[in-house]
C-alpha cells in the first residue's frame, strides 16, 4: 500500500480538473496581449514568505497558490514578451511535459520504448534542419549541447585526453566575438581555458570572417598550440547574425579541425526555404546546437546536439560501470551524453510534430522572420527611431529612439527600456551594440502578430517622449 500522506488519492480527478481550469484560463489569456503585467500583490509576497509547512493543505488551493504566483511572472508564452530569445511554452509541449513527468522515465540507460522515441525525435529533427546527423541527444540547453559537441571535438584533436588529461597540450577554440559566451564556458569546464578562445573579427554584416580565423589557426599551429574546433554561430544573440558556414566548413577541412554550428537560436530558420541559402555548408559540419526551446516553440528544457560521426560521442562518453546495464541495440544514452539521469525532453518536440506537423512549425518560424522586416521597415520610416544599417538576417531587429537635440542617446535608451519593461504593455531587453546602447527585440514567438510589431514601435514612441534625459 502507497504512503497515505503522499497520494492524491480520492483528491485525484478534482486535483486534475482544476489544474486543467488554471491551464485552459492561461492558454486562452495568451491569445491576447495584456495591457499590463500583474503586479505581486501583498497576498502573494506573504506566501512567499511563509516558512516551510510540516502539513499540507487543500492541494486545489496550492494549485490557485501556484497558478497566481506565475501569473504575476514574467511568461515568454505572452504575445509581446519580446527580450532575449524568449519562445511560446507550445500548448503539446506542456501536456508533453505533464505526460513524462507522470511516467518519470529516466534516459540514463536503455529506457525501451522511450529511448526510441528519443532516437525518432533526432532523426526527425536532423531531417528537419536539413543536417545529416548519425546521432544525437537531448539536453537542459544550448550550453550543455555546445560543451557536449566540444567535448568530443576535443576527444578528436587530441585523443585520449578524456582519460590522460591536457598536460602538455595547448588546445584552442575559433569563434566569431559576438558568439554566445556559452563558448567560452565550454573553454572553461573542459580545461582548454577561456584564455585560448580565440575570438575572431566579424565582417560589415557582423558574421565571423573565415580570413582570419585560417590566419589564426595558421599562427597557432606554427607556435604549437592544437586547434579543437571551429564554432560557426548560425544567428548570434546580439543581432542575428549568421556566419558563412561554407567559408568556415573549408576553412575546417583545410586544417582538418572539427566545425561545430552553435545554432541554438537560429537553426530552425534553415528549414524555412526563402532562408535556407543562409545556412549553405550546415551539412558539412560535425556537430550542431539547436534549442527547441527557442525557436521551436516547445517549452524549457529542451536543446539537443546533432553529430555526424556516431562514434564520436561515444568515444567521449562511453563508461562501463558494474551497476549500469548495457542493453538494447543503440548505444545506451549514457554512453553518448554528459549527464547520467535524463528526463524525457524530446518527448515535446515529438508531439509538436506529431500534433502540428513539421510544415506548421516551418511556416510559424518564417513568420517571425517576416515579423521582423517588418519591424525594420516600420522603425526606419518613423521620425527619430534609427535602425542597424543591414537588414536583419533572422528575427533580431535592435533599434532605438532618438529624438532630435537628445543629449543623451544611451542614457536615454536606457531609461525608455527601463519605462517598457515598468509599464508591461511590451517587454522588451537592452543591448550593447558597438559600445551602444539598443533595444533589442527578438521575435520567437508563434502568438506574435503584426498588430503586436505595431504595438512595440507605438508603445516606444509613447514611453519615449515622456523619459527624464528629455526633460531634465
Ligand atoms: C547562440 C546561442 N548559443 C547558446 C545559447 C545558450 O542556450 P541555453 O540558454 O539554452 O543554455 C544561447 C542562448 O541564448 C544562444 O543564443
Same mark, same amino acid.
Given at each position: ?11 485525484? %480527478? =478534482? ?64 504575445? !509581446? ?12 509541449? &506542456? ?12 534516459? /540514463? ?11 525518432? @525525435? ?18 537542459? =540547453? ?50 582548454? =581555458? ?24 595558421? !599562427?597557432?599551429? /606554427?607556435?604549437? +598550440? ?22 568556415? %566548413? ?18 530552425? &530558420? $534553415? ?13 558539412? @559540419? ?17 536543446? /539537443? ?16 560501470? $558494474? ?7 543503440? +548505444? ?19 508531439? /509538436? ?6 510544415? $506548421?512549425? !516551418? ?16 522603425? !526606419? ?92
Amino acid at each position: 500500500m502507497s504512503h497515505p500522506g503522499l497520494s492524491l488519492s480520492t483528491e485525484r %480527478a =478534482g486535483a486534475l480538473h482544476h489544474a486543467f481550469e488554471r491551464v485552459l484560463g492561461a492558454w486562452n489569456e495568451f491569445d491576447h496581449a495584456r495591457e499590463h503585467e500583474t503586479e505581486i500583490s501583498p497576498q502573494l509576497h506573504k506566501l512567499l514568505e511563509s516558512p516551510l509547512p510540516d502539513t499540507g493543505m487543500d492541494v486545489t488551493g496550492v494549485i490557485d497558490q501556484a497558478a497566481d504566483i506565475l501569473d504575476a511572472s514574467l511568461a515568454q508564452s505572452r504575445p !509581446r514578451y519580446f527580450a532575449f530569445i524568449g519562445s511560446s511554452g507550445l500548448e503539446v509541449g &506542456a501536456l508533453a511535459d505533464l505526460l513524462a513527468a507522470t511516467y518519470d522515465t529516466n534516459l /540514463a540507460v536503455d529506457a525501451r520504448a522511450a529511448t526510441a522515441l528519443e532516437w525518432q @525525435a533526432v532523426t526527425w529533427l536532423a531531417s528537419f534542419l536539413g543536417f545529416p546527423a548519425q546521432t544525437g541527444n537531448f539536453t537542459s =540547453g544550448g550550453t550543455l549541447s555546445n560543451i557536449t559537441a566540444l567535448a568530443s571535438a576535443r576527444e578528436r584533436a587530441l585523443p585520449g585526453s578524456r582519460s590522460t588529461g591536457l598536460a602538455g597540450a595547448r588546445p584552442t577554440l575559433y569563434c566569431s566575438r559576438e558568439a554566445h559566451y556559452s563558448i567560452t564556458r565550454a573553454a572553461e569546464v573542459l580545461g582548454i =581555458g577561456s584564455n585560448f578562445v580565440r575570438a575572431i573579427e566579424i565582417d560589415g554584416e557582423r558574421r565571423m570572417r573565415a580570413d582570419r580565423t585560417r590566419e589564426a589557426l595558421a !599562427r597557432d599551429l /606554427a607556435e604549437g +598550440y592544437s586547434p579543437v574546433a571551429i564554432i560557426a554561430t548560425a544567428g548570434t544573440t546580439l543581432t542575428g547574425a549568421i556566419d558563412p558556414l561554407d567559408e568556415l %566548413a573549408r576553412v575546417a577541412r583545410e586544417f582538418n579541425v572539427w566545425l561545430h554550428v552553435d545554432g541554438a537560436y537560429g537553426l530552425p &530558420a $534553415a528549414a524555412v526555404d526563402a532562408r535556407r541559402a543562409l545556412f549553405t555548408g550546415l551539412e558539412e @559540419a560535425d556537430s550542431v546546437t539547436v534549442d527547441c526551446h527557442k525557436w521551436m516553440f516547445v517549452p524549457k528544457a529542451c536543446s /539537443a546536439v546533432l553529430v555526424k560521426d556516431l562514434g564520436s560521442l561515444a568515444r567521449t562518453f562511453s563508461h562501463d560501470e $558494474a551497476y549500469m546495464p548495457h542493453e538494447g541495440e543503440h +548505444y545506451n544514452a549514457v554512453d553518448i551524453t554528459l549527464e547520467y539521469s535524463r528526463p524525457l525532453r524530446a518527448l515535446k518536440l515529438w508531439m /509538436a510534430f506529431a500534433v502540428h506537423g513539421a510544415s $506548421a512549425v !516551418r511556416e510559424a518560424v518564417g513568420i517571425n522572420c517576416d515579423q521582423a522586416q517588418m519591424l525594420y521597415d516600420w522603425a !526606419r520610416v518613423r521620425p527619430h527611431f534609427e535602425t542597424l544599417t543591414n537588414r536583419p538576417q533572422l528575427s533580431i531587429v535592435p533599434f532605438r529612439v532618438v529624438p532630435t537635440g537628445c543629449p543623451d542617446p544611451d542614457a536615454h535608451t536606457s531609461e525608455l527600456c527601463a519605462r517598457l519593461q515598468f509599464d508591461g504593455r511590451v517587454y522588451v531587453s537592452p543591448a550593447t551594440i558597438d559600445g551602444e546602447i539598443w533595444l533589442r527585440p527578438c521575435f520567437t514567438n508563434f502568438r506574435t502578430t503584426a498588430s503586436d510589431v505595431q504595438a512595440l514601435l507605438d508603445v516606444a514612441d509613447e514611453l519615449g517622449r515622456e523619459c527624464s534625459t528629455l526633460h531634465g
